[in-house]
């Protein structure tokens, strides 16, 4: 990211770092999804954390398949607390 001429400050320039937090996002997911009681359930019964049992459904579902086929025609902006640089936008938000 960056740097960025005038940015934060006129004439001097930015240089912007960041750390991306995927697991933090697909703990929020999880966490936040309307079957997320179910399946949490569903993976207790199974012996299982919620990551195996997410797993094992996708082996399932990919049907002997390679697991990737499943979201061939899928697209996520994954936005979910607004857009960094080149945009920054904080008012972007996610969609699948």
Partial sequence: WGPYFSAMVPGL???EGGQSA?????DHII????ASAA????AEAYGLDIYAFLNKTL???ANG??????TDQLHVCPYFHGNRS???DPSLMGMI
């Fill in 13 to 15: 320039w930015l240089n």
């Fill in 39 to 42: 399946a949490k359930e569903a």
């Fill in 59 to 61: 082996e399932k579902l």
């Fill in 86 to 88: 080149p945009r920054a």
């Fill in 65 to 70: 398949g390679s697991i990737d086929s499943l």
């Fill in 31 to 34: 966490n936040h999804h309307g």
């Fill in 22 to 26: 995927t697991g933090a996002l697909v």
